[in-house]
């Protein structure tokens, strides 16, 4: 029986259900299968007790150790940005609270996410075995590297702002593969799309202006 799922499910659904109206669907994410994914992860279990009030809020929140977990927003955004199908394979870098990770184990088949804060690593992963998302699988260590034994990825997002491309990463990339990473400053970021055509093409997009916190290790800061 799947009651206390259902009901873990229903908690705080209202505000879900204003959040996606209007911070996510208003500012025009339109893929269903997001959306969907959005009214379901239960935001407010990826902060700490004393920032649950503000788990819906159109903001980013602070998740301790200098970390914040994304404005919902940019998290849809991101997510749309990757093109992910259901059969997709995807590694994120920067697992943070592990909402985003969540999000994305809704809408793509497994989903391999990298920390390296070792408490939040810790964290999230309780966090998602609670929740049971089993297709979601954590490892703490420097993302820049990529997840080299998982690869290759159909889509690689990068939750840190990174000084360069990292090239692990890019060599992770499945013909057809997309990364979606903040490159730039320290403070202000673009938000850069790399496609991997299936002839080996490399293609670079630039979607928008963004504020991340430093993407570190041997490839980043
Ligand atoms: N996606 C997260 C938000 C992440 S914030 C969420 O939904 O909560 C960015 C995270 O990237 C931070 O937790 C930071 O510790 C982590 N990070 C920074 N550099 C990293 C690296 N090289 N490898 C893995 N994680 C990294």
């Known amino acids: 029986m799947s009651c206390s799922g259902n009901h873990k499910n229903a908690e705080r659904s209202d505000e879900r259900k204003r959040m996606v109206e209007?911070?996510?669907?208003?500012?025009?994410?339109?893929?269903?299968?997001?959306?969907?994914?959005?009214?379901?992860?239960?935001?407010?279990?990826?902060?700490?007790?004393?920032?649950?009030?503000?788990?819906?809020?159109?903001?980013?929140?602070?998740?301790?150790?200098?970390?914040?977990i994304s404005q919902p927003y940019i998290v849809a955004f991101m997510i749309e940005a990757l093109m992910p199908a259901p059969s997709h394979r995807v590694l994120e870098i920067g697992t943070g609270s592990g909402y985003a990770a969540a999000v994305l184990s809704r809408v793509v088949a497994e989903v391999y996410t990298m920390e390296t804060v070792k408490p939040l690593y810790e964290t999230a992963k309780k966090r998602v075995?609670?929740?049971?998302?089993?297709?979601?699988?954590?490892?703490?260590?420097?993302?820049?590297?990529?997840?080299?034994?998982?690869?290759?990825?159909?889509?690689?997002?990068?939750?840190?702002?990174?000084?360069?491309?990292?090239?692990?990463?890019?060599?992770?990339?499945?013909?057809?593969?997309?990364?979606?990473?903040?490159?730039?400053?320290?403070?202000?970021?673009?938000?850069?799309?790399?496609?991997?055509?299936?002839?080996?093409?490399?293609?670079?997009?630039?979607?928008?202006?963004?504020?991340?916190v430093p993407l570190v290790g041997e490839e980043g800061w």
């Open 22 to 68: 209007e911070q996510i669907k208003k500012r025009g994410i339109s893929d269903e299968r997001i959306l969907r994914a959005m009214l379901e992860v239960p935001r407010h279990r990826f902060v700490d007790r004393g920032q649950q009030v503000f788990a819906y809020d159109d903001a980013p929140l602070p998740i301790g150790y200098g970390q914040t």
């Open 129 to 212: 075995e609670e929740l049971e998302y089993n297709n979601i699988h954590l490892r703490l260590g420097d993302g820049t590297k990529g997840w080299p034994e998982a690869a290759p990825f159909d889509g690689i997002l990068v939750s840190a702002g990174a000084p360069l491309v990292p090239k692990s990463l890019v060599d992770q990339l499945a013909p057809g593969g997309r990364l979606v990473i903040p490159v730039g400053g320290r403070i202000n970021q673009s938000l850069l799309r790399i496609t991997r055509a299936a002839d080996g093409q490399l293609l670079q997009e630039e979607l928008a202006m963004v504020r991340f």
